[in-house]
């Protein structure tokens, strides 16, 4: 079955520290991968995706994901970050053939003024 | 362009009462999703709809859980009797097709008693 991990629970960084959160996921077909963000008291939106190409995906707001497919890995990278990126990161996959998007529990990210 | 919107936003009621939650998603998109997020979880996918049609309810608890689309535009959620463990947020998502980036609502958040 379809599934997602993400590495950390609970992220807390000063201001204009590098950013990595982990991400796996298990399935052995094509996949499209995703980031969604969720920000104190707004919608899950997305921040970036994979569908297929180069496996450096740039997404809003600085944020870029690698897609390693040798380790089933997309991992969402930020070079500096803002006390604005403090919010819930939720990485998910979707199987081309059967469209059902699978999400992993979430990043919280915290950002230290 | 107006998102998608969800009603209401916050329910409490007690367990194995019934309860329905409403979702407008955004004009002409034609696939609709209902997810179910308990806290510390991901969004998990409860039903899915291309127009009126489902494309997938595995996950949904069908001896408690119903959702309907009937126009091919705005869907209910009803859970009867409710329990404990349905306490979550509900979201509401839609894309123009299934392969199509979602868009997702505010969320009901239901607390059961």
């Known amino acids: 079955a379809q599934s997602v991990s993400q590495h950390n629970h609970h992220v807390i960084l000063s201001e204009a520290a590098s950013l990595e959160l982990g991400c796996n996921y298990s399935y052995g077909g094509t996949v499209n991968l995703f980031w969604y963000v969720q920000y104190p008291g707004q919608h899950l939106q997305l921040l970036l995706k994979?569908?297929?190409?180069?496996?450096l995906v740039k997404g809003i707001k600085g944020f870029e994901a690698e897609f390693i497919k040798s380790k089933f890995s997309f991992n969402l990278r930020k070079p500096s970050v803002q006390w604005s990126d403090t919010a819930e990161y939720f990485c998910?996959?979707?199987?081309?053939?059967?469209?059902?998007?699978?999400f992993g529990a979430g990043t919280r990210l915290f950002v230290k003024a | 362009e107006a998102g998608v919107a969800q009603s209401p936003r916050y329910k409490i009621i007690e367990k194995r009462q019934s309860v329905a939650f409403w979702c407008n998603p955004i004009s002409g998109h034609a696939t609709l999703y209902w997810y179910q997020q308990i806290l510390g979880q991901g969004p998990k996918l409860l039903i899915q709809f291309q127009n009126n049609g489902v494309v997938d309810d595995s996950q949904l608890p069908k001896d408690r859980f119903s959702a309907e689309r009937l126009k091919g535009v705005d869907s209910t959620l009803k859970i009867q009797p409710a329990k404990l463990e349905d306490s979550a947020v509900y979201l509401c998502?839609?894309?123009?097709?299934?392969?199509?980036?979602?868009?997702f609502g505010p969320g009901t958040r239901l607390t059961v008693l």
């Open positions: 998502a839609s894309s123009s097709g299934q392969m199509d980036t979602q868009y």
């Open positions: 998910a996959s979707r199987d081309t053939g059967g469209f059902k998007t699978i």
């Open positions: 994979y569908f297929s190409g180069d496996p």
